[in-house]
């Protein structure tokens, strides 16, 4: 079965320490990945996606991702988090096909919290 | 560019009522996209338009829920009756045709069902 699982559930980091929250999919073929931010009463931001090529990919806000085939996983890194970055970071996955308008799987989420 | 449009941003209601969400896309977004987002969980898409039509509603529990997209721009998704279970943020996102899943979502309705 396809799945995206997020093993942390909160995280709480100091500011202008780096960060780095988990991900790992389970899926028939390498998908396109994604990483959102949900702040507050918000809707979700892409930061980053990877379809295909470089497996280190780069986001906004200062967000990359690297992209590990071996291990099914799709980590988010930051070297140095901001107050701002507090939120919710949700992993997700569609299918691997040009032009798909295909469902997006989403993990369960981490709740970044940040520490003055 | 204007990003997505939903209203009502907060209701609530009591069970057995019925509640409506409408959700304006991102202009030339052909995709349309209903979620449903339980405190807690990631958001689970309930619904797909592509254009007027229906790509996938496999999630989308038919007995209470439905959604429609006249004329292929805006949409209107509706609970009747509602149950407790569906307290939840519902979500509504765009994506071009061909853009590789790129989704943009709006900023989601708060649904209290007491």
């Known amino acids: 079965a396809q799945s995206v699982t997020q093993p942390d559930i909160h995280i709480t980091v100091s500011e202008g320490a780096s960060l780095e929250l988990r991900c790992n999919y389970s899926?028939?073929?390498?998908?396109?990945l994604f990483w959102y931010v949900q702040s507050p009463g918000q809707g979700l931001q892409l930061l980053l996606k990877?379809?295909?090529?470089?497996?280190l990919v780069q986001g906004i806000k200062g967000f990359e991702a690297e992209f590990k085939r071996s291990q099914s996983s799709f980590n988010l890194r930051k070297p140095s988090v901001h107050w701002s970055d507090a939120a919710e970071y949700f992993c997700a996955v569609g299918p691997p096909l040009r032009g798909s308008q295909g469902n997006l799987i989403f993990g369960k989420g981490t709740k970044l919290s940040v520490k003055p | 560019e204007a990003g997505v449009a939903q209203s009502p941003r907060y209701k609530i209601i009591e069970k057995r009522q019925s509640v409506a969400f409408w959700c304006n896309p991102i202009?030339?977004?052909?995709?349309l996209y209903w979620y449903q987002q339980i405190l807690g969980q990631g958001p689970k898409l309930l619904i797909q338009f592509q254009n007027n039509g229906v790509v996938d509603d496999s999630q989308l529990p038919k007995d209470r829920f439905s959604a429609e997209r006249l004329k292929g721009v805006d949409s209107t998704l509706k609970i009747q009756p509602a149950k407790l279970e569906d307290s939840a943020v519902y979500l509504c996102?765009?994506?071009?045709?061909?853009?590789?899943?790129?989704?943009?979502f709006g900023p989601g309705t708060r649904l209290t069902v007491l």
């Open positions: 990877y379809f295909s090529g470089d497996t």
């Open positions: 202009s030339g977004h052909a995709t």
């Open positions: 996102a765009s994506s071009q045709i061909g853009s590789y899943n790129e989704q943009f």
């Open positions: 899926y028939g073929a390498t998908p396109y």
